[in-house]
């Protein structure tokens, strides 16, 4: 088997920062870590969501699951893959169908044929020796795609929710949305 697998979920809005852009091509990755999971809403931008505590859900803003996936990209520099809930369930497919799993040093081609549409996910192989994302680096690069400021310590203290929920309302000022 090839490993290709289609997602069947609507695609990826992008946002600055470190995230890959996955296009019509196919770009090969090799997993870094294993992936991080959270809620975003829409509001012309991809905000994340402060659980219990966020004015965009208590104002009624639709929120979408995410998970985040750092990856190393061909030239060796690192990125970051958002994907949604069914595009991981297609990589997990992809890689079991290869006797593999979604972990560390994973190789998968990814492209999106079609803009908005599923992703076409191809497992590769599997990287020699991989190096991995602590679970606290990729939470810090997340965050700053997002434009989250957050430091290493404001991980350990947990102040990471109280400045997403302001980034949140923040955002939610600028662009007019009822938080």
């Known amino acids: 088997m090839n490993g290709e697998i289609f997602s069947s979920c609507a695609g990826d809005r992008g946002c600055g920062g470190r995230v890959v852009e996955i296009g019509r091509s196919e770009v090969a990755v090799a997993v870094r870590s294993t992936p991080l999971h959270c809620g975003c809403h829409w509001v012309g931008q991809h905000v994340i969501c402060g659980g219990s505590r966020c004015g965009l859900c208590a104002g009624g803003m639709p929120k979408r699951p995410f998970s985040f ?3 190393q990209r061909p030239d060796g520099s690192a990125g970051i893959v958002r994907a949604t809930p069914r595009d991981v369930a297609a990589m ?7 006797g593999d799993e979604l972990s560390p040093g994973a190789v998968y081609g990814l492209a999106r044929p079609v803009a908005r549409k599923p992703l076409a996910i191809r497992w590769h192989s599997r990287a020699r020796s991989p190096w991995v994302y602590s679970p606290e680096r990729l939470a810090l690069e997340v965050l700053r795609v997002h434009q ?9 203290a947990g ?19 009822r938080s």
């Open 159 to 177: 102040r990471w929710v109280e400045l997403v929920v302001a980034r949140a309302e923040e955002i939610a000022r600028a662009t007019g949305v």
């Open 69 to 71: 996936v750092g990856v």
């Open 148 to 156: 989250v400021q957050a430091t290493e310590r404001d991980l350990e």
């Open 92 to 98: 997990e497919a992809a890689a079991r169908a290869n």
